[in-house]
C-alpha cells in the first residue's frame, strides 16, 4: 500500500493517523506541493482532481481522504473501533466526515490556509465561517456529551477534525470561546501522542509559513492567484 502524502496537508496527515492508528504497513510517498508534483501529468494519472492525498492499494487508486479513512476502516478495522459496523453509530462518523469535508475544514482551508499560500486576504467573512464552524462542532459535542467527534469512543472522524483544527493552533487562533472543542482537541493530544505527533509535524510547517508565506510565484495554478 502506498500513500501520497503532502507534509503538511490536513487530509494527508489524517489519513497518516489512521493507517498509524491501524498498524499498517505502508510506504509514504511525499508529494511537493511547493514544486507543484501534484500538476504532474504522471500525479494527474492517479487523481484527475490533482489534490493529495492519493491511496494506491493493488488495483485501487483513488484520492478523497474521508474515502480513504472509509476504506482504511472497512478493510482492517475488522473489530469495528475506528470505524463502527452498528449503523446508527457508523451514520454519525460518516456524519462527521462530510461535516468536516464540507463545512469544518472547508472554511478552514480558505480562512486560514489559502492565504498563506495563495494571493488572498483573511476577511471578515471568511473568519464568520470559520466562527460557524466551531460553533457547529461546538453544538454537537455538546449535545452528544462527547468525548470525541462522533461519539465516546476514538474514530476516524476524529483524524480529519483534529488536523483541521490544527490549523487554528498553527496561527495562534484560541479555542477559548469553544470549551468543548478545545477540550476534544486537548484531549486528542494527551490520550493519543503519537497520532497527535503526526498532526505537530504539519502544524510545525504551517505555522513557519504562516510567518514566512512560501514562494510560489513559478506556480502556473490553474485555479488559485499566486503571490507574486
Ligand atoms: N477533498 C480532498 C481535498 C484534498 C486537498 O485539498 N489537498 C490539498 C493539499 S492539503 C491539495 O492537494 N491542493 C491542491 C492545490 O491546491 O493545488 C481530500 O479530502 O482529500
Same mark, same amino acid.
Given at each position: 500500500?502506498?500513500l501520497?502524502s503532502?507534509?503538511?496537508?490536513?487530509?494527508?496527515?489524517?489519513?497518516?493517523?489512521?493507517?498509524?492508528?491501524?498498524?499498517i504497513? %505502508?510506504?509514504?510517498?511525499?508529494?511537493?506541493?511547493?514544486?507543484?508534483?501534484?500538476?504532474?501529468?504522471? %500525479?494527474? /494519472?492517479?487523481?484527475?482532481?490533482k /489534490?493529495?492525498?492519493?491511496?494506491?492499494?493493488?488495483?485501487? +487508486?483513488?484520492?478523497?481522504?474521508?474515502?480513504?479513512?472509509? %476504506?482504511?476502516?472497512?478493510?482492517?478495522?475488522?473489530?469495528?473501533?475506528?470505524?463502527?459496523?452498528?449503523?446508527?453509530?457508523?451514520? *454519525?462518523v460518516?456524519h462527521?466526515?462530510?461535516?468536516?469535508l464540507?463545512?469544518? %475544514?472547508?472554511? *478552514?482551508?480558505?480562512?486560514?490556509?489559502?492565504p498563506i499560500?495563495?494571493?488572498?486576504q483573511?476577511?471578515?467573512?471568511?473568519?464568520?465561517?470559520?466562527?460557524?464552524?466551531l460553533d457547529?462542532?461546538?453544538?454537537?459535542?455538546?449535545?452528544?456529551?462527547? +468525548?470525541?467527534?462522533?461519539?465516546?469512543?476514538? +474514530? *476516524?472522524?476524529?483524524?480529519?477534525?483534529? +488536523?483541521?483544527?490544527?490549523?487554528?493552533?498553527a496561527?495562534?487562533?484560541?479555542?477559548?470561546?469553544?470549551?468543548?472543542?478545545?477540550?476534544?482537541?486537548?484531549?486528542?493530544?494527551?490520550?493519543?501522542?503519537?497520532?497527535? /505527533?503526526?498532526?505537530?509535524?504539519?502544524m510545525?510547517?504551517?505555522?513557519?509559513?504562516?510567518?514566512?508565506?512560501?514562494?510560489?510565484?513559478?506556480?502556473?495554478?490553474?485555479?488559485?492567484?499566486?503571490?507574486?
Amino acid at each position: 500500500m502506498k500513500l501520497y502524502s503532502v507534509s503538511d496537508g490536513p487530509p494527508s496527515l489524517a489519513c497518516r493517523q489512521a493507517l498509524k492508528a491501524l498498524k499498517i504497513d %505502508y510506504e509514504l510517498i511525499d508529494v511537493d506541493f511547493g514544486k507543484g508534483e501534484h500538476m504532474t501529468k504522471e %500525479y494527474e /494519472e492517479l487523481n484527475p482532481q490533482k /489534490e493529495i492525498p492519493v491511496l494506491v492499494d493493488d488495483d485501487l +487508486t483513488m484520492g478523497e481522504s474521508n474515502a480513504i479513512l472509509q %476504506y482504511l476502516g472497512d478493510k482492517y478495522d475488522t473489530a469495528g473501533k475506528l470505524y463502527p459496523k452498528d449503523p446508527k453509530s457508523r451514520a *454519525i462518523v460518516n456524519h462527521r466526515l462530510c461535516f468536516n469535508l464540507a463545512l469544518y %475544514y472547508r472554511n *478552514i482551508s480558505e480562512y486560514v490556509m489559502a492565504p498563506i499560500f495563495f494571493d488572498y486576504q483573511r476577511t471578515p467573512l471568511g473568519l464568520k465561517k470559520m466562527k460557524m464552524g466551531l460553533d457547529i462542532f461546538e453544538t454537537y459535542l455538546k449535545r452528544d456529551n462527547s +468525548t470525541y467527534a462522533a461519539g465516546n469512543d476514538l +474514530t *476516524i472522524a476524529d483524524f480529519p477534525l483534529v +488536523t483541521a483544527t490544527m490549523c487554528l493552533e498553527a496561527i495562534d487562533f484560541k479555542l477559548g470561546p469553544w470549551p468543548r472543542v478545545e477540550k476534544w482537541y486537548n484531549n486528542f493530544k494527551t490520550k493519543y501522542p503519537d497520532l497527535w /505527533e503526526i498532526a505537530a509535524g504539519g502544524m510545525r510547517e504551517i505555522s513557519h509559513f504562516e510567518k514566512n508565506p512560501p514562494d510560489l510565484s513559478h506556480m502556473d495554478h490553474p485555479i488559485h492567484p499566486v503571490r507574486k
